[in-house]
């Protein structure tokens, strides 16, 4: 069980990358400094800096912690079941069952700034390792010895990224599917091998 102390500090980082994100979004990332994030968190600089070591970093702190969530949730799986069952509801369980299509359209123009694609790259990274160590333990598999974890880990990451891009980018399909309608039929195509649909 997490302690009063580690909760804590997830609470404080929550909170600086949901200020850095409002205020970047609300003002663009060259109009926000780290005091004014500093302020709106209700925390001290120094405090900013035992956390993240720019602006940047704090923006896309909120996406690292959701490829976290399903990271862990995706290990957290029972070993027998198969690869794209624990995808699946790892991926239901960490996607919002409710989203706000405006406010991630904005985030998403936002991560495009220059400045925050290597911070963006180097999350995106760091996430795709985890889940190759993680699908490395659940198959047995030495990913030194055999490609199918870093694969299969990059097809995931990667497409659940265009997926998602996609249906943000089509008025049609966000009215037509939620997000995790959409990520579930997907997921079923990627069960089919990729046949072409009907």
């Given at each position: ?13 929550e909170?600086?990358?949901d ?16 005091e004014?994030?500093?302020?709106a ?27 976290e ?11 027998e079941?198969?690869?794209?069952t ?7 369980s960490?996607?919002?069952?409710h989203v ?9 123009e936002?991560?495009r700034?220059p ?18 160590a ?23 990451t990667?497409s659940?990224?265009?997926v ?5 980018d089509s008025?049609?399909a966000t009215?037509r599917w ?8 997907w ?11 009907s």
């Amino acid at each position: 069980m997490t302690g009063l102390r580690e909760r804590k500090k997830a609470a404080t980082r929550e909170a600086l990358g949901d200020a850095a994100r409002s205020l970047c979004v609300e003002h663009g990332l060259d109009g926000v400094t780290v005091e004014q994030i500093a302020r709106a968190a209700g925390v001290s600089l120094r405090t900013f800096f035992n956390y993240f070591s720019s602006k940047e970093e704090a923006v896309v702190a909120g996406d690292s912690a959701t490829a976290e969530a399903f990271v862990r949730a995706f290990a957290a799986r029972p070993a027998e079941e198969a690869l794209l069952t624990a995808l699946r509801e790892a991926v239901q369980s960490t996607f919002p069952e409710h989203v706000d299509l405006d406010r991630l359209r904005q985030l998403r123009e936002l991560r495009r700034a220059p400045a925050l694609l290597p911070h963006v790259l180097a999350a995106y990274a760091t996430r795709e390792q985890e889940l190759t160590a993680v699908i490395a333990e659940r198959t047995g598999l030495d990913p030194s010895a055999d490609p199918y974890p870093v694969t299969a880990a990059s097809v995931i990451t990667s497409s659940l990224r265009a997926v998602v891009q996609w249906w943000l980018d089509s008025p049609e399909a966000t009215r037509r599917w939620t997000g995790a309608e959409l990520v579930d039929r997907w997921i079923d195509q990627l069960g089919t091998g990729l046949t072409r649909p009907s």
